[in-house]
């Protein structure tokens, strides 16, 4: 798992120097989620699937920007789910984007996840690790190195709500919950890039990210091996919640496909159970 670890970090350097210096356009393809691919996608996958084909513990790669899974050797032990730039459509006009990665042993399904990764590139590169032991542990990239700075424990109760899809189109229990929160003095934080969305929560201690089934995207948009279920495990971890419109754990989530979306709500404990009166879906 340390060369796993060691090889993020180096990929999140090389990612980084492509985001500030390489073209922005469109490439040519377009990816399985019948989405646009930039340039910037497609270099980011490139560059993680070489670094990972010298990593003898990876049996397997799992991209968003790919159709399938890409086997490496028969003889390693994990397979890294990962989508190599989140929130690319954001890097046009400078704001946050991010790696997310998800480190499975056995069948891809969410009890299988035995760690989690993503980086943020936004005015600093920082980079969250979470396994089933501890909190997660926040570095941030000082020079060519990555130093720890520590643990993320999330509060009971948090301020921030963030929620995506476009508002006409949530249902009436969503939106009576969101405009709740916000009249209970929640303040808005939503840019977008789930990574840096996440990432802000998180470290402002809590608080609520939803992306609800919405009528055009009725199983939600972020994809549950490379998105829903690696960041279930970072905020089970620091001591929130990661549920989906069912009450179920993210962390239970078995996709049928390897781009297969959830519903997804992540949050401290408290938001956690507010959404779960508003939604009737008693634990
Ligand atoms: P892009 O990669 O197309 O920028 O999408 C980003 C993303 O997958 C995720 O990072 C955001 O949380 C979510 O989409 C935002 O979606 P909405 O614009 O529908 O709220």
């Known amino acids: 798992m340390r060369k796993i670890f060691e090889t993020i970090k180096a990929v999140a350097f090389e990612i980084d120097n492509a985001i500030k210096t390489e073209d922005l356009g469109y490439s040519d393809g377009e990816n399985s989620s019948g989405e646009e691919q930039l340039k910037l996608d497609v270099q980011s996958d490139l560059i993680i699937e070489k670094a990972f084909a010298n990593v003898a513990s990876v049996k397997a790669l799992v991209s968003e920007e790919k159709e399938g899974v890409l086997e490496l050797s028969t003889t390693g032990k994990y397979t890294v789910c990962y989508d190599p730039l989140d929130g690319s459509s954001l890097v046009d006009v400078n704001l ?5 990665f998800g480190i499975y042993e056995g069948e891809l399904e969410g009890k299988n996840l035995v760690a989690s ?37 999330m509060n009971e109760k948090g301020k921030l709500n963030a929620s995506g899809g476009t508002q006409q ?27 840096p969305d996440l990432h802000q929560i998180m470290l402002k201690g809590g608080g609520l990210f939803s992306y609800p089934a919405t009528s055009d995207k009725p199983n939600g948009k972020l994809r549950q091996l490379f998105e829903v279920i690696p960041f279930a495990l970072m905020y089970e971890q620091a001591g929130g919640e990661a549920i989906n419109h069912q009450g179920m754990r993210l962390l239970e989530l078995v996709p049928a496909h390897p781009h297969d979306t959830s519903p997804c709500f992540f949050g401290s404990k408290s938001e956690i159970e507010a959404l779960r009166v508003a939604y009737g879906i008693a634990q």
């Open 169 to 195: 189109n949530w249902s009436s229990t969503h939106k009576a919950f969101i405009d709740k929160l916000f009249n209970e003095g929640y303040r808005l934080r939503y840019s977008g890039g789930m990574v």
């Open 117 to 153: 990764a993503y980086v943020v590139y936004g005015p600093r590169i920082e980079l969250v690790i979470a396994t089933k032991e501890g909190k997660p542990m926040l570095y941030r990239a000082v020079g060519s190195e990555f130093k720890a700075v520590g643990e993320i424990f």
């Open 96 to 100: 946050s984007v991010g790696s997310i």
